[in-house]
Every structure is written in structure tokens, then in C-alpha cells.
């Protein structure tokens, strides 16, 4: 079994900078993709940025230029680097890994965090 468990979230001024952490636990992992997507109140669940197996990385035309995806193969770790915040990114960021574990490929959610762009 695989948990995604996230950090990073906050309250940042906009114009901030803020990073998210998105770390798979479990054993014999092998992430294909990590995925981030957010909730505003009220709103649908979109897709922020996405990162595939060999580094491509696509990004919604809302955060081009100012969000960036990477990954840490050696900690099963991703990121999200996000700069330039404005008020309309508030929502809850939620990471999205598709996972091969033992042969089994299965799809997880982390827990959400909040990031609240607010002076």
C-alpha cells in the first residue's frame, strides 16, 4: 500500500513563493506520474501540472511561467514550486501519483493542503 503525504501549504502574501511536497511511503515503489491539482471553495477539482516517467511536464495555462513540477526519484518524493501567487491560486493542492508496485499499477491521492494567497 501506498500513502502520498503532503507538506508545504500555508498562507503566503501574493507576489510569494511557496513550495508543496508530495512523499510516497510504501515499498518497491516506482511513481510513473505525480500529478497536482486544486480545489477552490465552490469550484471543480482541476489540474495544475502534471510530471511523467522521463521528465516531460505539462502545465494548466493558468500557472505557466510561475508553477514548476519536479520530482526526487531517490527520496519518492515530488514537488511543486510555486511563485508569483495570486489570490485566484487559494484552494486546497492535492497530489496525484499513478504507482507500479509489484507489478500492480494503482492510483493515489494525498490528503490535500491548504494554500491561501491573502495580504
Known amino acids: 500500500q501506498v500513502q502520498l503525504v503532503e507538506s508545504g501549504g500555508g498562507l503566503v502574501q501574493p507576489g510569494g513563493s511557496l513550495r508543496l511536497s508530495c512523499a510516497a511511503s510504501?515499498?518497491?515503489?516506482?511513481?510513473?506520474?505525480m500529478a497536482w491539482y486544486r480545489q477552490a471553495p465552490g469550484k471543480q477539482r482541476e489540474l495544475v501540472a502534471q510530471?511523467?516517467?522521463?521528465?516531460?511536464?505539462t502545465y494548466a495555462d493558468s500557472v505557466k511561467g510561475r508553477f514548476s513540477v519536479s520530482g526526487d526519484n531517490a527520496k519518492n518524493t515530488g514537488y511543486l514550486q510555486m511563485k508569483s501567487l495570486k489570490p485566484e491560486d487559494t484552494a486546497v493542492y492535492y497530489c496525484?501519483?499513478?504507482?507500479?508496485?509489484?507489478?500492480?499499477?494503482?492510483?493515489?491521492w494525498g490528503q490535500g493542503t491548504q494554500v491561501t494567497v491573502s495580504s
Open positions: 496525484n501519483a499513478v504507482c507500479r508496485v509489484s507489478g500492480t499499477i494503482t492510483q493515489y
Open positions: 510504501g515499498s518497491n515503489i516506482d511513481i510513473l506520474t
Open positions: 510530471m511523467f516517467t522521463g521528465g516531460s511536464t
